[in-house]
């Protein structure tokens, strides 16, 4: 299974493929959407919008996981967050993949074991995990890696549930 993990920001919207083989998983690439400040709104989110085509064509993943928002410091960055989110998801649909959405605390709890989890606990876990020899940058890269690896465990658990019948 092929997963593109995304953290979705207006300044930096990082990314991971992941690549998951049984209980193997492998970073295939990984790194960060940068729009410039001073660029207005709309082509800030079509910078976003071309730089996700462009990964989901060269990758052609299976799936694409996306981080929730969960909260920002004000409105303005939220609403700004929530429109590179939509754009996220819409390169996704646009590709023809599910979309899978996860709060902060559910990556944390899928990669590091604890939901409140520090930032840097998620990078190692991250590094563990996928064999790398050192933390992924920028953070938000290693966010996107996070995401995807949440939904490899939830594929996973979904499957193992399945499997016994009890999944609906």
């Known amino acids: 299974m092929l997963i593109l993990g995304v953290d979705p920001g207006i300044a930096a919207t990082g990314y991971g493929v992941v690549k998951i083989e049984g209980q ?6 990984y790194g960060c959407i940068r ?5 207005p709104m709309p082509d800030r989110l ?7 085509q462009q990964i989901l064509t060269s990758y052609n993943p299976d799936t694409v996981a996306i981080e929730k928002i969960f909260f920002a410091k004000n409105a303005i960055s939220a609403m700004q967050v929530g429109e ?6 819409l390169a996704a649909c646009h590709a023809g993949l599910q979309v899978y959405e996860y709060t902060p605390l559910q ?26 020899n050192e933390i992924p940058r920028p953070d938000d890269a290693a966010d996107g890696l996070a995401v995807a690896l949440c939904h490899a465990h939830s594929c996973t658990s979904r499957e193992i549930i399945r499997r ?3 999944y609906v």
């Open 84 to 89: 590179a989110r939509g754009v996220a998801v």
């Open 46 to 52: 079509l910078q976003i919008y071309q730089g996700l």
């Open 24 to 29: 193997k998983a492998c970073a295939l690439e």
């Open 164 to 166: 016994r019948g009890k």
């Open 35 to 39: 729009t410039p400040a001073k660029t």
């Open 107 to 132: 990556v944390k709890q899928a990669v590091v074991g604890y939901g409140k989890a520090e930032k840097n606990q998620v990078q190692q876990m991250v590094k563990l995990i996928l064999g790398l």
